[in-house]
């Protein structure tokens, strides 16, 4: 209850800017996610700009836009979740990251070949192709994909197709994210 009136508290005054260091580190697992979902929902609604201070990236993917990365007091990386995650600036980050799941994270957009690509490689698109956006996370793909052998066609946000992903796209995708 004390970090609910002490989110509550810092929101009252209305700040530019809110600084939260390690809000949610001493909280049981349970009452962490409630408060990581609250803190979510709030800040698309208030629109306020967070700085964030955590040591989990667990946390700092899911409730960040754009991450940075530090060692010894220096930036190593910065970038949203999924450029973290999908390109990692050196081996201290993709040890850093080796363990996250990709599924929520991972967007079709990071994965797709383009359209000219696959069609030379397996030919022609199947006119029933599955379809979905270039935002839609790799755990709605997968999901998509488990009902059909077809690939699937991505479009953009102006409805435009710019690209395809095989399930042969998607297992290397989810590969890529497993501890060696």
Not at 11 to 20: F, Q
Not at 128 to 139: K, V
Not at 157 to 176: F, M, R
């Given at each position: 209850m004390q970090q609910r009136v002490g989110l509550a508290r810092a929101?009252?005054?209305?700040?530019?800017?809110?600084?939260?260091d390690e809000p949610f580190s001493a909280l049981d697992p349970l009452i962490r996610r409630q408060l990581q979902k609250e803190f979510i929902k709030l800040s698309k609604k208030l629109k306020k700009t967070t700085v964030f201070i955590t040591h989990d990236l667990d946390e700092a993917v899911k409730v960040g836009h754009r991450i940075a990365i530090m060692r010894d007091g220096k930036v190593i990386q910065i970038g949203t979740p999924e450029e973290i995650v999908m390109n990692p600036e050196d081996d201290y980050v993709a040890d850093f990251v080796k363990g996250i799941s990709r599924l929520e994270v991972v967007k079709a957009k990071s994965i797709m070949k383009p359209i000219d690509e696959f069609s030379k490689n397996y030919g022609a698109i199947p006119?029933?192709?599955?379809?979905?956006?270039?935002?839609?996370?790799?755990?709605?793909?997968i999901e998509s994909?488990?009902?059909?052998?077809?690939?699937?066609?991505?479009?953009?946000?102006?409805?435009?197709?710019?690209?395809?992903?095989?399930?042969?796209?998607?297992?290397?995708?989810?590969?890529?994210?497993?501890?060696?």
């Open positions: 929101l009252a005054a209305d700040p530019e800017i809110l600084l939260m006119k029933d192709a599955i379809r979905m956006t270039e935002n839609d996370d790799l755990s709605s793909l994909s488990v009902a059909s052998d077809k690939p699937i066609v991505i479009s953009n946000k102006n409805g435009q197709d710019v690209g395809v992903v095989s399930q042969k796209d998607l297992l290397v995708s989810i590969v890529e994210g497993q501890d060696e």
